[in-house]
């Protein structure tokens, strides 16, 4: 798929356009598919623009939207379009609104803002992550938050923030844990490394096995006999 962006056939967009019926952001094929199509410039974006306009199909226009989102040429249809797709899908869309780069969005962005409601139900990371995309879609244009959308969204990311601190604060554990461990474990090795010693049949006139620099027969001799 990347070749073919890089070759400019413009005949393979229907080709590339198919592989983005089963769109998905993380799978490198659809991915090289949606950047192909960026690639091969506006022929490429006016197909999309009208499989999109003749597609119900989500993957497809996700993936549409995608292409549409970084394309080189900026028009209506493509505002207009990523505008639709965004009314959709809210939190993908923001995403490519702020890739698209048009400041014109910030008050679409900051009305679906207000007008989404919050799950009040669900604490768990994601459930109310659009918040978060939102406020990154409005400051990336050059927009500002008002107060009530900044508590909005502080609460959205209050369950990452409690993660992250938990995380952090196992790994503190874990690293206090590790540091009392490894004396104690060293312990048995040092005792070993010196029982060892003991059992080697030493010269009277030899140097101890401590260290000291003494001769075996002034230093351990006694004391391993006595």
Partial sequence: AKLLGMLGDVQAVPVLLRLLEHYEAIDAYHQEAADALVMLGQPAIDACLEAYATTNHEDMRAGIASVLSRGATKDERSYQTLLDFFEQSPELGAIYLAQYGDSRAIAALSQMFDALPFDEQDDSVMRNHVFIELRSAIEELGGQLTAAQQAKAD?????????????????????????????????PSAMGDSATRKQRKLGRNEPCWCGSGKKYKKCHLNLEHS
């Fill in 155 to 187: 609460r959205a990311d209050a369950p990452r923030r409690r993660f992250a601190a938990q995380m952090q604060e196992g790994v503190k554990r874990l690293v206090a844990q590790q540091q009392h461990i490894e004396p104690v474990a060293s312990f």
